[in-house]
T-cell receptor, first 116, second 114 residues
Framework: GAVVSQHPSWVICKSGTSVKIECRSL??????MFWYRQFPKQSLMLMAT?????????EQGVEKDKFLINHASLTLSTLTVTSAHPEDSSFYIC????????????FGSGTRLTVV | AQSVTQLGSHVSVSEGALVLLRCNYS??????LFWYVQYPNQGLQLLLK??????LVKGINGFEAEFKKSETSFHLTKPSAHMSDAAEYFC????????????FGTGTQLKVEL
């Protein structure tokens, strides 16, 4: 149980274009989702917390106009990288708090974004 | 300030040897503690977690960890390493009052040699 599906697994886009990454909770309702960014051989850095039906909360230093997060339903959160540049190339991972049992979090399989 | 520290960015062990990956946290209130494993270009898989109760926690794939409040530690161990254990391991912490956010350690790359 508590599966989060993330798509696409990898994407290549041209500089200046926008890319949308989707994260779906398959068997539970995710009122809160988290978006992380991971550079090669580094740890996960929290970018923002999205709550269903409200605006996302961004971590310090994260450009909210560049990384648009939408959490329009209890099973879907999206991250859109707008006007992508090569420095936005990274591994993006979503996560959701599991709403039952003891405290727990489940993670998507990640999206490898390459901007050329 | 609340933080989590993983000592040793790279650990190398022989197949069949003990695996010990270290994690310490800094917080006045014991947090929830997690260990995750990540294989290349994949998401994170939960190995085990401590929330309340028994301080020795057993996880998947033969891993276990012990929460030691006096040492503010949650080290991960496995008695006998297998080649398939080679991966990146992250200790993560959910601090009280942290808005349910997970704070990750810097990670430890485990290498298993024949």
């Amino acid at each position: 149980g508590a599966v989060v599906s993330q798509h696409p697994s990898w994407v290549i886009c041209k500089s200046g274009t926008s890319v949308k990454i989707e994260c779906r909770s398959l068997d539970f309702q995710a009122t809160t989702m988290f978006w992380y960014r991971q550079f090669p051989k580094q740890s996960l850095m929290l970018m923002a917390t999205s709550n269903e039906g409200s605006k996302a909360t961004y971590e310090q230093g994260v450009e909210k106009d560049k990384f648009l997060i939408n959490h329009a339903s209890l099973t879907l959160s999206t991250l859109t990288v707008t006007s992508a540049h090569p420095e936005d190339s990274s591994f993006y991972i979503c996560s959701a708090r599991v709403p039952y049992g003891t405290v727990g979090y489940t993670f998507g399989s990640g999206t490898r974004l390459t901007v050329v | 300030a609340q933080s989590v520290t993983q000592l040793g960015s790279h650990v190398s062990v022989s197949e069949g040897a003990l695996v010990l990956l270290r994690c310490n946290y800094s917080s006045s209130v014991p947090p929830y503690l997690f260990w995750y494993v990540q294989y290349p270009n994949q998401g994170l898989q939960l190995l085990l977690k401590y929330t309340t109760g028994a301080t020795l926690v057993k996880g998947i794939n033969g891993f276990e960890a012990e929460f030691k409040k006096s040492e503010t530690s949650f080290h991960l161990t496995k008695p006998s390493a297998h080649m398939s254990d080679a991966a990146e391991y992250f200790c993560a912490v959910s601090f009280t009052g942290g808005g349910n956010k997970l704070t990750f350690g810097t990670g430890t790359q485990l290498k298993v040699e024949l």
